[in-house]
T-cell receptor, first 114, second 114 residues
Framework: AQSVTQPDIHITVSEGASLELRCNYSYGATPYLFWYVQSPGQGLQLLLKYFSGDTLVQGIKGFEAEFKRSQSSFNLRKPSVHWSDAAEYFCAVGRSNTGNQFYFGTGTSLTVIP | NAGVTQTPKFQVLKTGQSMTLQCAQD?????MSWYRQDPGMGLRLIHY???????DQGEVPNGYNVSRSTTEDFPLRLLSAAPSQTSVYFC?????????????FGEGSRLTVL
């Protein structure tokens, strides 16, 4: 069965500090991987995605993520966090063989302190 | 470009009442889905559809019905609401996974069952 694990429920970082949010997946084939961000009271917005090719992908708002097949990971990074990055972050894996079924992790809540 | 539109945004029901959450997309996406979001549990897939006339169950389908009579619309029906269905519901759509692939989300519908 497919699953996505985000081991960190909540992370607090200082503004300007670097950030890494962890994501591990369990999937039998090459996964389609995504990171979404949800601001309070809002829907989810796509930050970046990985389908194939270069394992380091760039997204919006200065985020990047690296796909590591050997570790079954797709960690999200940002070199310098801004106060506006405070939000909930979700990792997701998609399947292609039965249609577009997506599975989400439980999310990581990010707090940014001045 | 409206994207994915959900109505209503807020709803309060009494136990045993029925209601329908509406979802419409104007992007001609084949895939549509419903998720519920609960604290600490991330997003869980309720039902999904890969095209008009085709629906299937996700992780937590009990208590919910769906139909897909057109490409644009994918309503979610609660036949007899229960307090356990208090949640925030998101509708999402996507094109074929091998294309742009990512999910586009509505703004959510907050349902309270008393």
């Amino acid at each position: 069965a497919q699953s996505v694990t985000q081991p960190d429920i909540h992370i607090t970082v200082s503004e300007g500090a670097s950030l890494e949010l962890r994501c591990n997946y369990s999937y039998g084939a090459t996964p389609y991987l995504f990171w979404y961000v949800q601001s309070p009271g809002q829907g989810l917005q796509l930050l970046l995605k990985y389908f194939s090719g270069d394992t380091l992908v760039q997204g919006i708002k200065g985020f990047e993520a690296e796909f590591k097949r050997s570790q079954s990971s797709f960690n999200l990074r940002k070199p310098s966090v801004h106060w506006s990055d405070a939000a909930e972050y979700f990792c997701a894996v998609g399947r292609s063989n039965t249609g577009n079924q997506f599975y989400f992790g439980t999310g990581t809540s990010l707090t940014v302190i001045p | 470009n409206a994207g994915v539109t959900q109505t209503p945004k807020f709803q309060v029901l009494k136990t045993g009442q029925s209601m329908t959450l509406q979802c419409a997309q104007d992007m001609n996406h084949e895939y549509m889905s419903w998720y519920r979001q609960d604290p600490g549990m991330g997003l869980r897939l309720i039902h999904y559809s890969v095209g008009a006339g085709i629906t299937d169950q996700g992780e937590v389908p009990n208590g919910y019905n769906v139909s897909r009579s057109t490409t644009e619309d994918f309503p979610l029906r609660l036949l007899s609401a229960a307090p356990s269905q208090t949640s925030v519901y998101f509708c999402a759509s996507s094109a074929r996974l091998q294309g742009t692939g990512e999910l586009f989300f509505g703004e959510g519908s907050r349902l309270t069952v008393l």
